[in-house]
């Protein structure tokens, strides 16, 4: 939708990617977080927001000694509902002014920091999602083989090339019509990896970037970005008092 944005977000966020993924969200995920929380400060009515949370936790102090007095913890539950009610209305508020450019950004971010890109002179595949195709124009690259594969019963033509930094076209001969495929080989960018022409799925096999690996689960990009951002909006809500 804001794809028309991207050579500007380009100037402002590429340069951080020379620092590698790692420090590009931080980054971003610190300058967010600073944006959200002076945004949140001054758009919200930060004296009702002190009494309101103020008066919540004072509900559910008192909610721990109703636990033998039903009724009552019912009517304090009922009320602690109700202030949080009027937390969250005044909360919604912020949101119209950063909303819109923090999707922007996360677009950015999602087309940038969520495969690893195809590198110069290293072997990459296409894999085209038909029995019936001919590779008829690669112009710039090297053509290494082809072969079948197959993903969940469904088989795929799978294309090996290699080739130094550019853009290239490569045209594909399937089911006597010619679909054409982009590929950037580019050490720091990407073309999305995943298309569908013709209702033809092709893939290329750009990797997952994964920046922690726990072992039951890897962490990309949004988790990092999640985790991050939490501790920074943390820190700087108690730095500027904000409630």
């Known amino acids: 939708m804001f794809g028309f944005l991207n050579p500007f977000l380009d100037t402002i966020f590429a340069p951080l990617l020379k620092l590698g993924i790692f420090w590009t969200v931080l980054t971003i995920s610190f300058l967010l977080s600073v944006l959200i929380t002076v945004v949140?400060?001054?758009?919200?009515?930060q004296n009702l927001m002190k009494q309101l949370k103020t008066e919540i936790k004072e509900l559910q102090k008192?909610?721990?000694t109703l636990q033998e007095n039903p009724e009552q913890f019912k009517k304090v539950q009922k009320q602690m509902m109700?202030?949080?009610?009027?937390?969250?209305?005044?909360?919604?508020k912020p949101m119209i002014y950063y909303f819109i450019p923090i999707i922007i950004i996360?677009?950015?971010?999602?087309?940038?920091?969520?495969?690893?890109?195809?590198?110069?002179?290293?072997?990459?595949?296409?894999?085209?999602?038909?029995?019936?195709?001919?590779?008829?124009?690669?112009?710039?690259?090297n053509f290494l083989e082809q072969k079948t594969v197959a993903f969940n019963g469904e088989e795929a033509q799978r294309f090996k090339f290699n080739g130094n930094a550019g853009e290239y076209l490569i045209n594909f001969n399937v089911n006597e019509k010619i679909i054409s495929k982009n590929v950037?080989?580019?050490?720091?960018?990407?073309?999305?990896?995943?298309?569908t022409i013709?209702?033809?799925?092709?893939?290329t096999n750009n990797k997952l970037i994964t920046l922690f690996n726990l072992g039951f689960m890897?962490?990309?990009?949004?988790?990092?970005?999640i985790i991050s951002s939490i501790i920074f909006s943390s820190l700087l809500r108690k730095w500027m008092n904000v409630y």
Do not use: H, R
């Open 40 to 45: 949140y400060k001054y758009t919200t009515d």
């Open 62 to 64: 008192e909610a721990k």
């Open 82 to 92: 109700q202030t949080n009610m009027k937390v969250m209305s005044e909360s919604f």
């Open 106 to 141: 996360f677009g950015w971010m999602n087309a940038n920091l969520y495969y690893e890109p195809l590198m110069p002179g290293q072997n990459f595949s296409i894999d085209v999602f038909n029995n019936n195709v001919n590779l008829t124009n690669y112009e710039g690259l």
């Open 184 to 195: 950037l080989i580019n050490e720091q960018k990407y073309n999305s990896p995943t298309e």
């Open 198 to 203: 013709e209702n033809i799925k092709i893939i």
């Open 218 to 225: 890897e962490i990309g990009w949004l988790g990092t970005y």
